[in-house]
């Protein structure tokens, strides 16, 4: 067995790791100072994306900026941007050309382009289209203010540098869009891993680990402010790894992980995302421990066959996939699975196509992402093979693991009616204001009548009374 209650030796206490985040920044609202200045961010592609917009509004703040809804009462337009397929950087141009009108009705408004795409395509931005004044790299956020400054004198400016330290620790983010229950912490930035078909490493450069001290603030001070559920955030958490230059105390992910649960035991923690190759049986253990881990991973397996999973270089083969989620199934009876898929890779035939769709079956995963193959220049796939599955079979492939993986949540959640779940009430649900959406520790989204005395942030007792595909309908139980 592994140890329990572990402690963080040093001299820096949280308490000290506290003082960077002392000004906790809630969640903002729209404020009409005169003459202040107001910024509009639109975030895509992941919740790393969504938390650095976080970081961004953070630093934005400090300089004097308050964000706004709304892009035409904005002195700056910023547009944080996902590059993972090319579907995402295509979304990405159209809402350039709707800030382009703006920006040519309104002389002096400032547009930046930053994330991921900034990562990959920072000349042509600024030479080519000639959309943006500003471009600026995930590492590069806390020279936004001076870069800013030079765009409003007129001058394009790009910082695209990436950084094998930068963590952002010391920044407490403002929480834009929130429930003000749930919330992002990231705990580490980049991606050492290099699959095949991932532009990541590129956009994100080397993987770095945030000190443990001010994760633990941030939670704590996260909880003090009403929230209960934290997700820690990583490209791969379980390669989390922090050695205290004072003490030499190594903390991994699964310390990193119980020291967030020992916060207060109302508040739940979840993470994303964990990588077959380095899920390890002490995180599964240590999330058997704590009542307020929540039992749930994102596993993403990619493929179901060997030798795609190979050429992906994902590092693991389908039998390693398959004793990993043997491992949760008996260490964590309890848990759900969901994960990623990737149909149309590279050379793959039709018969490992089949793997793909019997490793979903076999897995009975809660849920699914799923994707057609999308070649990304640079990446190791683009250079060594041939985008060769033509995009019709990939979309067909692709509709078929969709097909099954939707009558598989549908059986997952039928498998649930009966049942009484504690579920953490989010707010309302979107359908209907006499509702309450919530979530269990599954990461099964419920959906049930209110009732009075009860508030987003409390925890209830909730019986399954019907289900569909994506959310489990109940009663709160007397
Ligand atoms: N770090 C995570 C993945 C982050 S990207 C992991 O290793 O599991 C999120 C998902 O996007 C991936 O899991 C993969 O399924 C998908 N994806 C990434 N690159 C892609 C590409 N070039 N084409 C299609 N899907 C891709
Ligand atoms: Fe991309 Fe692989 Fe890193 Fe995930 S682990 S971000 S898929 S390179
Ligand atoms: Fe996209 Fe960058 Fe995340 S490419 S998926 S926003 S790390």
């Not at 490209?235 to 105390?249: A, L």
């Not at 020992?262 to 049986?281: C, E, G, Y």
């Not at 969901?338 to 897995?363: K, M, N, P, R, Y």
């Given at each position: 067995m592994y140890d329990s209650n572990p402690t963080l030796e040093g001299l820096k206490t949280i308490d000290e790791a506290k003082q960077g985040n002392v000004l906790f920044k809630e969640h903002w609202q729209e404020s009409s100072v005169p003459g202040e200045k107001k910024f509009y961010i639109e975030s895509y592609g992941c919740q790393m994306n969504f938390s650095d917009s976080e970081i961004v509004a953070s630093i934005l703040s400090d300089v004097g900026y308050s964000p706004t809804r709304n892009m035409e009462d904005s002195d700056l337009i910023l547009i944080n941007t996902c590059s993972i397929r090319e579907k995402a950087e295509e979304t990405v141009r159209k809402r350039l050309r709707v800030f382009d009108v703006l920006k040519k009705q309104r002389p002096g408004l400032v547009v930046g382009i930053l994330g991921c795409m900034a990562e990959r395509l920072k000349k042509k931005w600024l030479e080519e289209e000639k959309l943006v004044d500003l471009v600026v790299g995930p590492d590069a956020y806390r020279d936004l203010p001076n870069l800013i400054g030079s765009a409003e004198d007129g001058h394009r400016m790009v910082n695209v540098l990436l950084s094998r330290e930068e963590t952002y620790a010391d920044i407490s983010p403002v929480r834009l869009e929130t429930n003000g229950i749930t919330a992002f912490i990231s705990i580490m930035r980049g991606c050492d891993n290099m699959c095949s078909?991932?532009?990541?490493?590129?956009?994100?450069?080397?993987?770095?680990?945030?000190?443990?001290?001010?994760?633990?603030?941030?939670?704590?001070?996260?909880?003090?402010?009403?929230?209960?559920?934290?997700?820690?955030?990583?490209?791969?958490?379980?390669?989390?790894?922090?050695?205290?230059?004072?003490?030499?105390?190594?903390?991994?992910?699964?310390?990193?992980?119980?020291?967030?649960?020992?916060?207060?035991?109302?508040?739940?923690?979840?993470?994303?995302?964990?990588?077959?190759?380095?899920?390890?049986?002490?995180?599964?253990?240590?999330?058997?421990?704590?009542?307020?881990?929540?039992?749930?991973?994102?596993?993403?397996?990619?493929?179901?066959?060997?030798?795609?999973?190979?050429?992906?270089?994902?590092?693991?083969?389908?039998?390693?996939?398959?004793?990993?989620?043997?491992?949760?199934?008996?260490?964590?009876?309890?848990?759900?699975?969901?994960?990623?898929?990737?149909?149309?890779?590279?050379?793959?035939?039709?018969?490992?196509?089949?793997?793909?769709?019997?490793?979903?079956?076999?897995?009975?995963?809660?849920?699914?992402?799923?994707?057609?193959?999308?070649?990304r220049p640079g990446t190791l796939a683009a250079r060594k093979y041939a985008d060769d599955i033509p995009e019709d079979v990939k979309k067909r492939r692709l509709n078929e693991v969709i097909r099954l993986q939707t009558a598989i949540s549908l059986r997952h959640n039928q498998a649930d009616i009966g049942k009484t779940f504690e579920v953490l009430i989010e707010g309302n649900s979107r359908k209907s204001d006499a509702d309450f959406c919530g979530r269990n520790t599954q990461n099964k989204v419920l959906v049930f009548p209110k009732k009075p005395g009860l508030k987003p942030g409390d925890y209830v007792q909730v019986t399954v009374k019907d289900a569909t595909s994506a959310t489990l309908l109940g009663e709160i139980e007397a």
């Open positions: 078909f991932c532009v990541v490493p590129f956009t994100r450069g080397r993987e770095r680990s945030r000190d443990p001290f001010s994760v633990l603030a941030e939670a704590t001070n996260l909880f003090e402010n009403g929230y209960r559920e934290v997700m820690l955030l990583g490209q791969n958490v379980d390669s989390y790894k922090w050695d205290n230059p004072e003490t030499g105390q190594h903390v991994d992910f699964a310390d990193l992980l119980e020291l967030v649960a020992q916060v207060h035991p109302s508040l739940r923690v979840r993470f994303s995302t964990s990588h077959p190759k380095d899920m390890s049986d002490k995180v599964l253990y240590t999330m058997a421990r704590h009542h307020n881990i929540c039992k749930y991973i994102h596993l993403p397996v990619q493929s179901g066959n060997s030798r795609v999973l190979d050429m992906m270089n994902r590092t693991y083969d389908r039998p390693w996939c398959e004793q990993r989620i043997e491992a949760i199934r008996r260490i964590l009876p309890e848990a759900t699975v969901s994960s990623d898929i990737i149909t149309g890779f590279c050379t793959e035939t039709e018969e490992e196509h089949q793997d793909t769709l019997s490793i979903v079956e076999w897995a009975n995963f809660s849920m699914a992402y799923m994707f057609y193959y999308s070649e």
